[in-house]
């Protein structure tokens, strides 16, 4: 009875787990990294993003996407509103903030303090999962061992491209960072066996979420601060807006009310589908600008758009299928319906050249048809 009574309390703390002051303010950290990384896809040469500039906005969102990941996964497996956890987070935040000044275009002027920030934030992490598994028991214990030892070789990798100059250096970096990212899905076997917290994770890649959501807004912000104010320029922040407003609604209203917070996984789906979702949102906040400023070739400014919308469709339908519940998942009919509606506004804007404000409303018309079918 008292065996009982004992894992039904644990379950009931486990269910009840919040998010913290202090994780809101270390996210508050990254949304100037964030700011950054978007920053990469506003460099436009000849009419389109460069494929250089476009690489470099990915290499850039890796590292801020998995560090934070990193940390977020600890505190919804093992973390505590105590003093030592507090501690190795302020440290952390440390480590995000050199971290943050040093992300740069320019790898190469920057990169030992890149390194440094984010070899320190990872090794944090690594720590405080060796540190806890000596309290832990059963198969939590198991996950926090291998957790803790295992990303210590990406760790090493990473670290050993000090030895290295030019391109050689960044394949060994980014090669750390691969292994550091597959390690958990190669561990699979142990992490299920530990359930993340579906209620908390959500929430907290959803407060992520939002760090995305402020791009868009700060790309309103500099589409009326770039012109005068024309009745074309008041019409295409206003659709914008409605965009963010449909956007917003498609994602929480579908997290708040659609989602099954109780099934217990290992979380990968949501947490790696939403590296792709962040993409998306970077992609589509910097779409905004350029699209505004007209600065892109005709085709590319449509391909990169559509492309960015379509990536976010994609991501998010996969990563809530699995946990939204059965009578609510969405059917092929839908998909046919979103897909049908993205290609023929592709379609009609390839043939007829298309005013911007057009084309941020028919992005803003998808946005919230997907709304409304998901939520």
């Given at each position: 009875?008292?065996?009982?009574?004992?894992?039904?309390?644990?379950?009931?703390?486990?269910?009840?787990?919040?998010?913290?002051?202090?994780?809101?303010?270390?996210?508050?950290?990254?949304?100037?990294?964030?700011?950054?990384?978007?920053?990469?896809?506003?460099?436009?040469k000849?009419?389109s993003?460069?494929?250089?500039?476009?690489?470099?906005?990915?290499?850039?969102f890796?590292?801020?996407?998995?560090?934070?990941?990193?940390?977020?996964?600890?505190?919804n497996?093992?973390?505590?509103d105590?003093?030592?956890?507090?501690?190795?987070?302020?440290?952390?935040?440390?480590?995000?903030?050199?971290?943050?000044?040093?992300?740069?275009?320019?790898?190469?002027?920057?990169?030992?303090?890149?390194?440094?920030?984010?070899?320190?934030?990872?090794?944090?992490?690594?720590?405080?999962?060796?540190?806890?598994?000596?309290?832990?028991?059963?198969?939590?214990?198991?996950?926090?061992?291998?957790?803790g030892?295992?990303?210590?070789?990406?760790?090493?990798?990473?670290?050993?491209?000090?030895?290295?100059?030019?391109?050689?250096?960044?394949?060994?970096?980014?090669?750390g960072?691969?292994?550091?990212?597959?390690?958990?899905?190669?561990?699979?076997?142990y992490?299920?066996?530990?359930?993340?917290n579906?209620?908390?994770?959500?929430?907290?890649?959803?407060?992520f979420?939002?760090?995305?959501?402020?791009?868009?807004?700060?790309?309103?912000?500099?589409?009326?601060?770039?012109?005068?104010?024309?009745?074309?320029?008041i019409?295409f922040?206003?659709?914008t807006?409605?965009?963010?407003?449909?956007m917003?609604?498609?994602?929480?209203?579908?997290v708040?009310?659609?989602?099954?917070?109780?099934?217990?996984?290992?979380?990968?789906?949501?947490?790696?589908?939403?590296?792709?979702i962040?993409?998306?949102?970077?992609?589509?906040?910097?779409?905004?600008?350029?699209?505004?400023?007209?600065?892109?070739?005709?085709?590319?400014?449509?391909s990169?758009?559509?492309?960015?919308?379509?990536?976010?469709?994609?991501?998010?339908?996969?990563?809530?299928?699995?946990?939204?519940?059965?009578?609510?998942?969405?059917?092929?009919?839908?998909?046919?319906?979103?897909?049908?509606?993205?290609?023929?506004?592709?379609?009609?804007?390839?043939?007829?050249?298309?005013?911007?404000?057009?084309i941020?409303?028919?992005?803003?018309?998808?946005?919230?048809?997907?709304?409304?079918?998901?939520t």
């Open positions: 009875m008292n065996k009982d009574s004992s894992g039904f309390q644990r379950n009931a703390a486990f269910a009840e787990k919040k998010v913290t002051w202090l994780e809101l303010f270390y996210d508050l950290l990254f949304v100037a990294a964030v700011s950054k990384a978007s920053h990469v896809l506003i460099h436009v000849y009419g993003i460069p494929v250089e500039y476009l690489t470099k906005f990915v290499l850039i890796v590292p801020i996407w998995w560090a934070w990941v990193g940390q977020s996964l600890f505190v497996r093992f973390g505590q105590i003093i030592s956890h507090r501690i190795f987070l302020i440290l952390q935040l440390f480590f995000v903030l050199i971290m943050t000044a040093s992300l740069s275009v320019n790898f190469d002027q920057y990169y030992i303090p890149f390194l440094i920030g984010y070899i320190g934030l990872r090794a944090m992490t690594a720590i405080q999962y060796l540190s806890v598994h000596k309290k832990e028991e059963a198969h939590r214990k198991i996950t926090a061992r291998y957790l030892s295992r990303f210590w070789i990406g760790l090493v990798i990473s670290s050993l491209s000090l030895f290295f100059d030019s391109w050689i250096r960044y394949v060994v970096l980014y090669a960072i691969a292994v550091d990212i597959l390690l958990p899905l190669i561990g699979r076997q992490l299920v066996k530990s359930p993340i579906t209620h908390h994770l959500l929430e907290r890649f959803s407060l979420t939002l760090i995305l959501l402020g791009e868009a807004v700060i790309s309103i912000l500099t589409v009326l601060q770039s012109s005068y104010w024309t009745w074309q320029s019409l922040a206003s659709m807006f409605l965009l963010i407003i449909a917003w609604w498609q994602y929480f209203d579908n708040e009310k659609k989602v099954d917070k109780t099934i217990e996984t290992a979380g990968q789906t949501i947490i790696y589908g939403h590296l792709f962040y993409l998306s949102m970077c992609m589509i906040a910097a779409s905004i600008q350029l699209l505004f400023l007209e600065q892109l070739n005709y085709l590319f400014m449509l990169f758009i559509f492309g960015s919308v379509l990536l976010y469709f994609f991501s998010t339908s996969l990563v809530f299928h699995k946990y939204r519940h059965i009578h609510l998942r969405l059917g092929i009919s839908h998909l046919a319906i979103l897909l049908g509606f993205l290609g023929v506004f592709f379609t009609v804007d390839l043939f007829f050249f298309i005013p911007n404000y057009i941020i409303g028919e992005v803003m018309a998808f946005f919230v048809v997907y709304a409304k079918l998901t």
